[in-house]
């Protein structure tokens, strides 16, 4: 095993596959990218990417496993060995597409699919609703001690040993161990790509969760800034399915939204949203702004009489206005910036777009990742590819500035591939 890491971390270029399921469950995006160089010497060349959509089944079962009322420990226990194989099967088919045998691939890095993530030190009494729990048995043993922690699932043993190659996942746990909040990670990696001498750069991701890394001009690794802004298609995405009666799971082109109107007073009533007002570094997931909290929304809208589309209409300006009042709150009064750069499923929504662009100002260029090459679905299935690079070369691959940790640490857990 020794001799392979060795061999590995001295293979110059590797042909190395990334793979991600993020907050939004519609299936698992792999990148397959040959990689040169290490840390800031890295460069990169994406052969090809695509996205294996979940089937309902399996969508269904993920969204019941990460539900704490129905997400008992053996459906976790049976998903992760399911999407583990699910992960490695969509290793396989994009070596396929690349015409390459998954022999000739180097390393596999993944990201799995996060279930549960506490941030922030709480008793699980604290996190979970009491109501939502199965009644299995009255007992105090929730009131566990203050501890931040995440879970993703999605084995890394069977994705190894389905492909035969060598598997790097399970980031999170290890910036956490180290103070952070295991997120967001991806900051590290869009400092390596896209740090600028001359300009000022924000790289917003909006998939289920938006998130934004800030790359000050000229910045070291220190300088980098990165948080979660809010909801970014999540919240979307659940009213569209109540919307259209479960027949659509996502605004496809926001054509839905533009043809509602935005209420006011329920964008004011959202944008009242505690976590929007708490100063970085800081995290959040479907934990906040889940079913549940897009469930209560809409039963309420419908109550006070407020017509469907304009619900819709109203959570999409909802996500461009919590993603532009954070850089005015916490971004544009110490840094300057030139563009954004957008990525994730968000930026072909042209309505949250055009919200986007209206609540930002007009002197900031706003452009999709497309421009740099880079397809938006492809961005953090590529991180992660690189993300394993750092990994297996030996270099800290957190940014204690953007997750809060003590240090910078090596994230990841290596599994061998077949020997």
């Known amino acids: 095993m020794l001799n392979e890491l060795l061999r590995l971390q001295h293979k110059n270029p590797k042909k190395v596959i990334g793979l991600m399921s993020g907050t939004s469950i519609d299936g698992i995006d792999a990148c397959l990218v040959e990689i040169s160089g290490n840390g800031l010497h890295t460069r990169i060349n994406v052969l090809v990417s695509e996205t294996y959509p979940y089937d309902e089944t399996t969508r269904t079962a993920i969204l019941d496993t990460c539900n704490p009322g129905t997400g008992t420990v053996d459906k976790v ?3 992760n060995f399911f999407l583990g194989k699910l992960f490695a099967n969509a290793a396989t088919a994009i070596a396929n597409k690349a015409h390459i045998s998954i022999k000739d691939i180097d390393l596999i890095g993944s990201h799995g699919q996060t279930v549960y993530h506490i941030p922030n030190p709480a008793t ?6 009491r109501s939502q729990r199965l009644e ?3 007992t105090e043993a929730w009131d566990l001690p203050h501890i931040r922690s995440t879970l993703q699932i999605g084995e890394p043993s069977v994705i190894a040993q389905e492909t035969g190659v060598t598997t790097v996942a399970d980031f999170r746990p290890r910036d956490m161990a180290a103070g952070g909040q295991g997120a967001p990670l991806v ?14 750069r924000a790289l917003q991701n909006i998939g289920g969760i938006a998130n934004v890394t800030v790359l000050p001009k000229n910045c070291g690794i220190n300088d980098v800034i990165a948080f979660d802004t809010g909801p970014g298609n999540m919240i979307i995405d659940r009213i569209t399915e109540l919307v259209t009666n479960n027949t659509h799971h996502f605004d496809e082109g926001g054509k839905l939204a533009a043809r509602g109107s935005v209420n006011d007073a329920i964008l004011s009533s959202l944008l009242a949203h505690p976590y929007l007002s708490k100063p970085p570094p800081k995290t959040t997931g479907r934990e906040e702004f889940g079913i549940s909290f897009a469930d209560t929304l809409y039963k ?8 469907d589309l304009d619900i819709l209409a109203t959570v999409t300006a909802f996500t461009a206005h919590s993603i532009a009042d954070s850089y005015k709150h916490w971004i544009l009064p110490k840094h300057h910036l030139s563009e954004i750069i957008l990525s994730g499923g968000g930026n072909h ?3 949250l777009i055009k919200f986007l662009r209206q609540y930002l100002e007009p002197t900031i260029q ?7 090459g880079i397809s938006p679905n492809t961005k953090e299935a590529l991180a992660f590819a690189i993300l394993a690079n750092e990994t297996i070369s030996g270099n800290p691959n957190n940014i204690p500035s953007a997750t809060g940790a003590r240090e910078a640490v090596i994230m990841g857990k290596i599994i061998p591939g077949k020997l």
């Open 349 to 351: 929504n042209d309505t």
């Open 187 to 200: 900051p590290y990696v869009d400092f390596i790509l896209f740090r600028d001498k001359e300009k000022g």
């Open 124 to 129: 699980m009494e604290k996190t979970e609703d």
């Open 136 to 138: 299995v048995r009255e």
């Open 77 to 79: 226990c049976q998903l």
């Open 300 to 307: 309420e809208a419908i109550h006070s009489g407020i017509k």
């Open 366 to 372: 706003i452009h999709s990742i497309n421009k740099f």
